[in-house]
């Protein structure tokens, strides 16, 4: 299709597909968050429809409503009603973008997890294409947006975003890709139960690491030109994904007051030299100087420190997991997957 165009592959290590995703018919559920998109329901089912069918699978989709109040509730529960594959879960009010992909999460049954959105941006003809890397053995595979139709100022934002995430992320984190993709049913499990609440998905993707790569997928306009979540919405998503994934603007105020202490060091030699050996000193100034840059230092430390302590307390309250096991060998434990 002209729509997408697939570049290079980011990952280059070899390695042997577990049989069991080669042989036999996968159950791959799609989950797709709505928020008041009525107006395309139809033609997305189809369009999903048309990408899935013939391909060696079985399929789900999984629309979660959130919030809807535009009738995009009824529309789907018509089209669960005339169609098996279509499962609906409505929320009882509009609980963002991110919690409705975390619903979606919980409620897939499938072998492996598609996550993309409802308003035709995310292209359906990619899906056979995650699967088959899925296949192949990878257990995350993510689009990558070849280029943006949204304004210069958006995209120039979305830009400045991710160079700066992966500059101070502490684990990497892919440039340009959003929540669309797939995720194998053990790497959706083990995001799903990660505890924390303010959730940046593509974050937590790469945080749990397993087989990742990415596929360039190209993104179309939104059919409406109408962004449901709003520019303050995407500012939230961004202060998320940077606090959640990085303690450098905590950490950074350790090296203002190394910073800090320099100056106070190198002005209290100035002033009391001035003071001691020469007469060019005014009365006052020097204990000015000291106490200024010296207060100034202190406050720099001392929220460094206290910084420190935030650190550990947001890690600890968090409760990330401290590993996550892919497979293990001649090792009793449940809940690993049988090594390939
Ligand atoms: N969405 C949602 N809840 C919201 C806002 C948006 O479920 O509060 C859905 C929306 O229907 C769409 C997807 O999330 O399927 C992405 O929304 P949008 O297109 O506004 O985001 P963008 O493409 O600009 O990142
Ligand atoms: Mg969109």
């Given at each position: 299709?002209?729509?997408?165009?697939?570049?290079?592959?980011?990952t280059t290590?070899?390695?042997?597909?577990?049989?069991s995703?080669r042989?036999h018919?996968?159950?791959?559920?799609?989950?797709?968050?709505?928020?008041?998109?009525?107006?395309?329901?139809?033609?997305l089912?189809?369009?999903?429809?048309?990408a899935?069918e013939?391909?060696?699978?079985?399929?789900?989709?999984?629309?979660?409503?959130?919030?809807?109040?535009d009738g995009?509730?009824?529309?789907?529960?018509?089209?669960?009603?005339k169609?098996?594959?279509?499962?609906?879960?409505?929320?009882?009010?509009?609980?963002?973008?991110?919690?409705?992909?975390?619903?979606?999460?919980?409620?897939?049954?499938?072998?492996?997890?598609?996550?993309?959105?409802?308003?035709?941006?995310?292209?359906?003809?990619?899906?056979?294409?995650?699967?088959?890397?899925?296949?192949e053995?990878?257990?995350?595979?993510?689009?990558?947006?070849?280029?943006?139709?949204?304004?210069?100022l958006?995209?120039?934002?979305?830009?400045?975003?991710?160079?700066?995430?992966?500059?101070?992320?502490?684990?990497?984190?892919?440039?340009?890709a959003?929540?669309?993709?797939?995720?194998?049913?053990r790497?959706?499990?083990?995001?799903?139960?990660?505890?924390?609440?303010?959730?940046?998905?593509?974050?937590?993707?790469?945080?749990?690491?397993?087989?990742?790569i990415?596929?360039?997928?190209?993104?179309?306009?939104?059919?409406?030109?109408?962004?449901?979540?709003?520019?303050?919405?995407?500012?939230?998503?961004?202060?998320?994904?940077?606090?959640?994934?990085?303690?450098?603007?905590?950490?950074?105020?350790?090296?203002?007051g190394?910073?800090?202490l320099g100056?106070?060091?190198?002005?209290?030699?100035?002033?009391?030299?001035?003071?001691?050996?020469?007469?060019?000193?005014?009365?006052?100034?020097?204990?000015?100087?000291l106490?200024?840059?010296?207060?100034?230092?202190?406050n720099?430390l001392?929220?460094?420190?206290l910084?420190?302590?935030?650190?550990?307390?947001?890690?600890?309250?968090?409760?990330?997991?401290i590993?996550?096991?892919?497979?293990?060998?001649?090792?009793?434990?449940?809940?690993?997957?049988?090594a390939?």
């Amino acid at each position: 299709s002209l729509l997408i165009a697939f570049g290079p592959v980011m990952t280059t290590d070899q390695f042997t597909a577990p049989t069991s995703r080669r042989t036999h018919r996968p159950l791959i559920s799609i989950v797709l968050p709505v928020y008041n998109e009525r107006s395309v329901l139809e033609t997305l089912h189809v369009s999903i429809l048309r990408a899935v069918e013939g391909y060696n699978m079985d399929y789900e989709m999984i629309f979660v409503d959130d919030g809807s109040s535009d009738g995009s509730s009824e529309v789907l529960d018509r089209m669960a009603g005339k169609d098996p594959h279509v499962r609906v879960v409505h929320f009882a009010r509009n609980f963002g973008h991110q919690a409705a992909v975390q619903a979606g999460l919980e409620h897939a049954r499938g072998d492996a997890v598609v996550l993309m959105d409802s308003d035709m941006q995310d292209a359906p003809e990619a899906i056979p294409r995650f699967v088959d890397q899925w296949r192949e053995g990878y257990d995350v595979v993510y689009a990558i947006r070849a280029d943006r139709k949204e304004s210069r100022l958006k995209r120039m934002a979305f830009a400045a975003f991710y160079r700066t995430l992966s500059r101070i992320a502490s684990t990497p984190i892919p440039q340009d890709a959003g929540n669309f993709g797939l995720v194998d049913r053990r790497v959706a499990r083990q995001i799903a139960e990660l505890q924390e609440r303010d959730r940046y998905f593509p974050g937590l993707r790469s945080w749990v690491g397993y087989r990742q790569i990415g596929i360039v997928v190209e993104r179309a306009a939104r059919y409406d030109g109408q962004p449901r979540v709003s520019f303050w919405g995407l500012c939230r998503l961004a202060k998320t994904a940077i606090f959640s994934f990085s303690s450098f603007p905590l950490s950074v105020f350790g090296v203002i007051g190394m910073l800090a202490l320099g100056i106070f060091t190198a002005l209290a030699s100035f002033s009391l030299f001035c003071k001691l050996f020469t007469n060019l000193a005014i009365p006052g100034w020097t204990s000015h100087i000291l106490s200024a840059s010296f207060f100034g230092a202190l406050n720099a430390l001392g929220i460094s420190i206290l910084g420190e302590y935030v650190i550990r307390i947001y890690d600890q309250v968090r409760g990330r997991p401290i590993f996550v096991v892919d497979s293990t060998r001649n090792v009793e434990d449940e809940t690993a997957a049988p090594a390939a």
